[in-house]
Structures are given as structure tokens and as C-alpha cells.
């Protein structure tokens, strides 16, 4: 079989969001320094999609994720600590022949020089994934699929997989796109940057780092991406200590919506927009001041707080502001995965006047405090 069967387009829908793609065992090094030096490591789990769902999870979503990883013992502690989240892991395949990726890493920050990480992940489980070999009824079974590019990268059975996904049909749920561009994961040339951009075009919500769509297509600027991404009906460029800047089609700033601003899906929204073309608003929220501990999830974090609010049917502002501070848990920790804040407590800050917004600053353990006013003081 090749892609989803006539009339798969889900039944009764049980699920938020299902996220699709690769989680790998992480070790994770016992002490700074080069990987040929570190003496010992501890298992850890990672991966983009995974990190969405168990984010989603701890903050009361009903979450999905579906993945293929070996029949082996990293695929059991892969599988059985997603679902300690609450995540539901109900639809991973398990490889007889491939094994399950891992990968170790140093303890310093991904941004310089000094990081090493060194990935066994080449013909794993996860880069079997194809359009003949997923379970498109659990895909399709939730209110959000979300995706990344990073699955396009793992081989050409997974980019076909990602295009038949991201095709417009009646009855798809709404496309969550993050574009993860990771260079060393791609086979040469130029064709990562045109498999993205496409990909991010089919998609209806786009989340795009400012700084990774420079270096994949070149691009300079919120307004230059948007003019480059123009279907999606919510496209987020995340702009690093700058904050994010959002694209939304047809949706005021402060009004409250359902998924993604009103649209459907890209296969929906061509047909109700009656071929008009919808007009943006852009809304920029600053970033917070964060204590940081270690700088790896934050990307991740982000676009589980964004989907939270979004499925809550939050204003513009206050989606993005639930992806900061949900960054802002992970950046104050060591891993990629934390326990957020209440909701409750998520709320309150999010609700602050945008001078005390501006005033925050979060360090370790913020997300334990009982009260917005404890975090509040001046950087």
C-alpha cells in the first residue's frame, strides 16, 4: 500500500496532537569535555517529535507519538519512557532487522565549537518509515499532526512519507510544520532547502527559526520568510533573544479562534477563502530573560506551548508567550524535557502588562513557584 486509504480521513477525533518522526536514546555525558575524555554517560531520550508529544502530555493534551524503532532494548526504553509522560505510544512500529538510533553528546552548548556529537542512527528503524508502512487511521486521528523536517532528512522513503502527508485532502487535520533544518543530516547539494520550503508551503502552521532559513534558503527576515511561506495560515519565526514574530491569515491579535486562526486545513482553506487571498496580522512577542542552564529543547518547548495555546484557542500574543515560557522550563534545566509550569500559573504570567512581560526573568526552579509576582523583577 502507498499512502492512505480512500476514506481513512478519521472517524471520531480522540487525540490533540499526534507527532510523527524519529526518537533516539540520548547519552548524555557524566562531565564537560571532549567525548574521547568523558569516562561515563547517562541514558536520556531524544527527539524533536517525541520532545513535542511529552511536553504536550505534562500539560494535560492528549498526546500521540507514532515512530518506528528496533526490536531491541533502546526501543523498549525509548518507547516505554515517552509513555511514562502520558504520551500515547499505541501506534509505534518495532523493526525486527533495524535497531533503534542513538547518539551521544557533549555537555556544552550547541552553538560553539567545542560541541561534539556523534550519531548511530544510519539505517536505523526510524529512517524505514515510509508511505507503505505507517498507520495513517492513528495519523490522521487527531485535531494536529505534527511534523518536521528532520523526518524528511532520514531517507527517501521518509520524505515521500512527509509529501503524502502534507498533501491537501479533504478531511486532514491541521499540519504543524516545524522546519528543523539540520544540514549534516541532508545528502548534499541544494536539495534540503527546496524539500523544506515545500514542505513548510503545505503545511498550515510553520514554525522557522529567523537564523535557519538564512542558512537554508537564503532568506533574510520575518517579512522576506513570509513572503517566501505564504500558505500557511500561521507561520511563527522565531527570532532567538528577539522573541518570535507571527504571521496569522485573517486573525486580529487579540481574538480568540480555533486551530491555527480559523483555517481548516491548507486543503480547506483554499476552497472557504474562495480563491481570495486572506490578510496577515503580525504580532511580535519579546522573548523572556532566562537564566540559562543548558540550551538544547528550547525549540521543541516552544512549539509545544505555541500548540497548547493554540488548541486552547488563545490569542496570537498569548500562543506565543505560552511558547516562551514553555522554552523557558527546558532552557532552566539540564535535558531536553522538564515538568512545565501549571497551566494556571502559565496563565497568570502570560496575562502580565507588556512592561512586566518585559521585566521577567527566569532562572532554575521558576516552575515550581506558587505566585507570577516571585519571578517578576528587573533583569
Same mark, same amino acid.
Given at each position: ?27 548524555? /555525558? ?13 541514558? *536520556? ?14 500539560? +494535560? ?5 507514532? *515512530?518506528?524503532? *528496533?526490536?531491541?532494548? %533502546? ?10 509522560? *502520558? ?8 523493526? /525486527?532487522?533495524?535497531?533503534?538510533? $542513538? ?11 567545542? #560541541? ?33 523536517? $528532520? ?19 479533504? +478531511? ?9 533544518? @539540520? ?5 548534499? +547539494? ?16 510553520? %514554525? =522557522? ?15 522576506? $520568510?513570509?513572503?517566501? !511561506? ?28 480555533? $486551530? ?21 496580522? !503580525?504580532? #511580535?512577542? /519579546?522573548?523572556?530573560? !532566562? ?23 488563545? &490569542?496570537? @500574543? ?14 532552566? =534545566? ?6 512545565? &509550569?501549571?497551566?494556571? #500559573? ?14 521577567? @526573568? ?18
Amino acid at each position: 500500500m502507498s499512502g492512505p486509504a480512500a476514506g481513512t480521513a478519521v472517524a471520531a477525533t480522540t487525540t490533540d496532537v499526534v507527532c510523527l518522526g524519529e526518537s533516539m536514546v540520548t547519552f548524555l /555525558p557524566s562531565q564537560p569535555g571532549r567525548l574521547a575524555d568523558v569516562p561515563s554517560f547517562g541514558r *536520556g531520550i531524544g527527539g524533536a517529535e517525541s520532545n513535542v508529544a511529552c511536553a504536550l502530555a505534562a500539560a +494535560g493534551h492528549r498526546a500521540a507519538w507514532v *515512530g518506528r524503532v *528496533g526490536a531491541d532494548g %533502546f526501543g523498549d526504553h525509548l518507547v516505554e519512557t515517552i509513555a511514562s509522560y *502520558g504520551v500515547d505510544t499505541s501506534a509505534v512500529r518495532r523493526d /525486527p532487522v533495524r535497531p533503534t538510533g $542513538i547518539y551521544f553528546r557533549t555537555a556544552t552548548d550547541r552553538a560553539t565549537d567545542t #560541541h561534539e556529537v556523534a550519531y548511530y542512527r544510519a539505517g536505523s528503524a526510524a529512517s524505514a518509515m515510509s508511505p507503505a508502512n505507517v498507520p495513517y487511521e492513528e495519523l490522521f486521528a487527531g485535531r494536529v499532526l505534527h511534523l518536521s523536517g $528532520i523526518t524528511a532528512a532520514l531517507s527517501g522513503d521518509c520524505l515521500a512519507l512527509l509529501r503524502e502527508l502534507t498533501a491537501a485532502r479533504p +478531511g486532514r487535520p491541521l499540519v504543524s510544520f516545524d522546519v528543523n533544518h @539540520r544540514p549534516h543530516l541532508w545528502r548534499g +547539494g541544494d536539495a534540503d532547502a527546496s524539500v523544506l520550503l515545500e514542505l513548510a508551503r503545505r503545511s498550515d502552521l510553520v %514554525f =522557522v527559526g529567523e537564523d535557519e532559513a538564512e542558512e537554508a534558503w537564503g532568506i533574510v527576515g520575518a517579512e522576506a $520568510i513570509r513572503a517566501a !511561506v505564504p500558505e500557511p495560515a500561521v507561520l511563527v519565526v522565531k527570532r532567538g533573544s528577539a522573541g518570535a514574530t507571527v504571521f496569522a491569515s485573517g486573525l486580529r491579535p487579540g481574538a480568540r479562534s480555533s $486551530i491555527a486562526g480559523g483555517a481548516e486545513s491548507a486543503g480547506a482553506r483554499s476552497s472557504s477563502a474562495g480563491g481570495a487571498e486572506l490578510a496577515d496580522t !503580525v504580532t #511580535h512577542v /519579546p522573548a523572556l530573560h !532566562v537564566d540559562v542552564v543548558a540550551a538544547v529543547g528550547a525549540g521543541d518547548a516552544f512549539a509545544a506551548g505555541f500548540l497548547s495555546a493554540t488548541l486552547r484557542g488563545l &490569542p496570537v @500574543r498569548d500562543r506565543a508567550r505560552h511558547g516562551h515560557l514553555m522554552a523557558a522550563s527546558v532552557l532552566t =534545566v539540564p535535558g531536553d524535557l522538564t515538568e512545565p &509550569p501549571a497551566r494556571d #500559573h502559565a496563565d497568570r504570567l502570560v496575562a502580565l502588562d507588556d512592561d512586566a512581560w518585559g521585566r521577567l @526573568r527566569l532562572g532554575p526552579g521558576w516552575t515550581a513557584a506558587d505566585r507570577a509576582s516571585e519571578e517578576v523583577r528587573t533583569p
